[in-house]
Structure formats: C-alpha cells, structure tokens
C-alpha cells in the first residue's frame, strides 16, 4: 500500500514538472506571438551576437542621420524663406523707387520713405526669428538672436546721419558705418549680436555633410539691409523738406539694393542646392535603414504561424497532461489549480 502511494506521488511530481514545463513553454510562445520577436535572442543566436550588434548600431546611426536630415531641413527652408520674402520686398521697392519721374512729388516720397522703415523692420524681425528654439541667422551663436531690435537700429543710424546736409553726406556716413571692419565701431559691433563664425555643418548621410551656417552680416544681406536702411533714413532725417534731396537718398539705397540682388539670389540658390543635398540624403537614409530593420526582423522575428500552431500544440498537451493527472490522483479541477 506504502509503495503503491510512493509511486502515484512520484507519477504525480513528474506530471506537475511537465506541466510547469509546459506552462513556461506556453507564455514563452504568447509572447513571442504578441512581440512578434523571438523570447530567447541569446540561444537562437547560440551566443554569437556580433552581426545583430553591428546591425543595431548602424541602425542607431541612420536614425541620428535621419534627425539631422530633418533638423537641417527645417532650418534650411526657414533661411529661405526669410531671403527669399527679403528679396521680394527690396526688389519691388527698389525697382518702384528708381522708375519715379525725376522731378520727385513730396507726397510719393514721404510714402515710400515711410515704406522703407516698414520694410526695414519687417525683415529685421523675420531674421530675428527663433525656429524650434534655434536662431538661424546667428552663425554659431544660435542661442542668440542675432540683430537689435529695429527701432534701436534705425535710431543709431539717425544719430549718425543727424548733422548732414545732404543725401550724399548721409549716404557716405551710412555706408562707412555699415562697411567697419571688425573691431571698428560699425553696424556689425552695435547691431549684431550672433557669431562671425557660420560653420554649422550637419552629418546627413553616410560620408555625407551639408553646410546650413549662415548669419546675418553676410554681406549679401548685409548690403540688402545697407540699402534699405538708406532709404529709411529718408522717413528720420531732417533734409528741410527738400522733396529732390529726399528723393536723392531714396534713389542711393534703392541702387545699392539693385546692385546686391543678384549676390543676395545665389544664397537664395546655394541654399536651395543644399535643401536638394538634404532631401537626397534623407531618401539615401529612408532606404538604408529599410534594408537594415529587414536584415535586423529576420534575426529577431518569429515566424507567427508557426508559433501560433505551437501554442496550440502546448495547450492541447497541457489539457492532456491535466486529465492524466486528475485521473491519477481523482482531483478535480478545481482541486489540482490549488
């Protein structure tokens, strides 16, 4: 009697060892049917681990690439954007300013004086801009917003051109101020507030880096903003109402807005060549790490068919093993889950 007990205890121990087997082989297959991805890397893989790492790592990189890509993006559209409506509004006004009639009427140029301080101020403020956190016309100072505020600006320059007689003399003394080397006492020392240095270059692809530096004392837009603030002066400066002066100063900035277009539209190019360098870049990455997240599944996937029959195998052998033991020991069901 002792040893027939011994032994259904014994039957009864295997039973339950399998079916504790079992029951881990079961929510080892669940999960690896709800993650998709194999529950044991280390033993499919046998150990050797290398391949798997070198994928991960250049998928990381791609993505840090695909980042960048999108960081130099947004900051390059930005920079054309505010070049490109700068360029907009000085072309129109210059070309409006130099097909007046010579014999200037004071009321068109108190209007167009007073539209060169609007304008003035409009793109100031847009290269003011911060995009995400980040001023885009500050060279490598993008923690700073790279000019004074317009007003400030515009005040200098009329405390500087106060004392002149003449559109000539005011243009002079403008363009001096505007055209100080560094270190001398100028427009870039008082107005500017960003970095000389532009160098901001952004790794996008795989041996492959774009340039998306820019600040606001190019001199493309330097001389953009040269222009414009002459022709402002106009609307700040006493020249005793004398309409043809007034219309002489108009004149001055409006051709120093002619000549700089062309300079201020290849930057409008170059950074439109460098959107075209990022967006090849970012089609370059969106196919590299396709490749790699496929090289990367077929290691770590499941094959869920064959996973799903599994789990069905696994039950149907728990329900199995459950019946033989409950007849074993004359439990019923509730009685073996306690």
């Known amino acids: 009697m002792q040893s027939n007990y011994i032994g259904d205890q014994a039957r009864i121990f295997a039973l339950r060892s399998n079916a504790a087997r079992l029951g881990e082989q079961l929510n080892k297959l669940t999960k690896e049917s709800a993650s998709g991805e194999v529950a044991d890397l280390g033993l499919r893989l046998q150990g050797d681990t290398v391949i798997l790492n070198n994928l991960e790592n250049r998928i990381s990189l791609i993505q840090q690439y695909e980042k960048n890509s999108q960081d130099a993006s947004v900051t390059l559209k930005w920079q054309q954007q505010v ?56 060279g490598l100072d993008i923690n700073e917003r790279p000019f004074r505020s317009p007003s400030e600006v515009i005040g200098k320059m009329t405390e500087i051109a106060n004392q002149a007689t003449s559109a000539e003399e005011i243009f002079q003394r403008i363009s001096i101020w505007f055209d100080a080397e560094a270190g001398e006492e100028g427009f870039d020392s008082f107005a500017y507030n960003g970095a000389s240095n532009n160098n901001i270059r952004f790794n996008i692809s795989e041996g492959e880096v774009v340039d998306i530096g820019i600040s606001a004392i190019e001199p493309e837009i330097k001389n953009m903003l040269k222009g414009l603030a002459i022709a402002a002066l106009a609307d700040h400066v006493d020249l005793g109402g004398d309409s043809a002066e007034i219309g002489r100063l108009l004149e001055s900035g409006a051709r120093e807005i002619w000549n700089n277009e062309v300079n201020l539209i290849q930057r409008i190019s170059a950074i439109g060549a460098a959107q075209e360098e990022v967006e090849r870049g970012q089609v370059r990455n969106s196919a590299t790490l396709s490749e790699l997240t496929i090289a990367r599944n077929d290691i770590r996937q499941v094959d869920l068919y064959e996973t799903s029959s599994a789990i069905l195998e696994t039950e149907s052998q728990l329900r199995n093993l459950y019946l033989l033991t409950a007849r074993i020991s004359s439990l019923n069901l509730a009685d073996y889950l306690r």
Do not use: C, H, W
């Not at 304008?119 to 003011?128: A, M």
């Open 83 to 138: 070049l490109a409506m700068a360029n907009d509004f000085t072309s129109e006004f210059a070309n409006e300013i130099l097909t007046l009639p010579q014999a200037f009427d004071e009321v068109v140029v108190e209007e167009l004086a007073q539209e060169a301080t609007e304008k003035f101020s409009i793109i100031v403020d847009q290269l003011n801009r911060d995009v995400s956190g980040r001023y885009i016309f500050s």
